[in-house]
């Protein structure tokens, strides 16, 4: 008795001591994740043919459906339509007005038909009008209890755990993890620290423009109703140029708004690692890609198929999704 | 004899310890020191009243004025009437068409009456047309050998020692130094790293758009003739809300560009540090304020007066200007 108890007590430490050892415990060993910890190796080690030093390690993560759950409408259209209902009081306008009306009955099929144009008229009305100051407070009150329909849980508890732990170990290696998302940087930074431990500064995202006054002697930034930058497809080198100045070596991505982002890295010299989640799990998660209304992975599949970019299959590759 | 010998060198051994432990070495001793000095140990020491946990520590300087030398011309206009000359042959319409013409003729009369829309016209001929990675190559190729007119050394080295001492003692105590500058984002990011040890992510200008496009499959970003961001005047707090989404506690400037910055950041909470380096120097370097057609300080001047903003007199405040 006493040398099995030895021998389990010997055997749960080796356990612990190999969990402590890989930086990616919620990954199943395979293919995937070897690529994953090569490319790391091939940058890090000094000497190594293919090394890049720790300021020139620039890693970009896609938000919606990479790092957090997109389905069954992004996390930010639940965040918008959730404001236009809080506002509907001050605009009884809306009640007989599109896109509003179909907000306001729950007419998911009628907003859906809408176009762009539907969609910036409400993106437009719930977030510009206030100062930066008091978005943030809204976004920030929001966040705190929304939940997902389906999980019931948190919208900032329904981030990918195999993700975390690559952010995490990106970043024990002198990465620096930026966010580059269509979503709202402004409608992303709040969280983002807490959530992703990224800092607002590597937060790049789709903007509307902001204008300096001075109101009762006291500057704020008023955001305005005008699109400054949207974040998305080809928007997504736009804005790493222009807010990092310099190329990734590693992007990370779940759809065909992250093509471009991945081809700006893969143009770079050297060693890089561009990575597709694919939506594999409709159990645990969602199944969904070519025909996708949200997060749609058609051309960007066959590129990463093409040129042999990493696509993860979550269902296979991924021990689990959320963190309990 | 050899007590006299034993007393140099402790002397000598004393004075060296004492420049060790200063880190603003080129600072004259007085008033405007002991306020950056006394704000650095507030915000950083544990447990003190203002202290700012070293993520929040952010700063922001100015360029043009602050870090380098902006008379008689900026130093990215130089570098603009430099191109038009080398773009010259290819543009045989230059010639008889303004602004073009007084560039070619060397007519600064005439250029100093064109206002911003010819600036801008000269700006877009010689800053678009181009993909990001040939403009940093031009940029870096200037710049290398580009010598300012008076002190006839590179315009890198035309750059504040006391200026650099102060961004590297901040960098010492946890801070996150920016360049806010009016000027060009892509005009700056090629050497501030080199120059005042800032990288690219940190560097926040104006800039003009730019479109993702594949060229014989290779994917680059065009440099377009449309402005994106005039990160100047109330311009600055916008690019900084942009770029890092949140507030600096500390910001430094020069002229009325500024004014705005250092309005945005003294709104924040706690502690702030502003202040403006008033150029004072015509021996050393240049004098002017009020009155100056280049980096003009009026308004900024009075607000800091009346607020009590730390004022730099570069004549008095500083032992020497440029490093050797």
Redesign the interface.
Known sequence: MKGLLRLLASVALWALAASAQDPLPSWNTGATKARIVRFVAEVTRPGAPHFVPP?QRIAAFDNDGTLWVEQPIYTQFAFTIARVQALAARHPEWKEQQPFQAVLRGDMKALAAGGEREFAQLMMATHAGMD?GEFEGIVTDWIRTAQHPRFHRLYTQCVYQPMLELMAYLRANGF?TYIVSGGG??FM?PWAGRVYGV???Q?IGS?I????E?RNG??V?MRLPEV?LIDDK??K??GI??????RPIAAFGNSDGDQ?ML??TA?GPGEHLLLLVHHTDAIREYAYDRGSSVGALDKAWNEARARGWVIVDMKRDWKIIFAN
């Open positions: 300021e930066t620096k940087v402004e930074r800092p607002p500064e937060v903007s423009r902001t204008r300096f001075l006291r500057p930034l400054d080809d928007g080198p736009v140029e222009k807010f990092i100045g310099r471009q081809e700006w143009a």
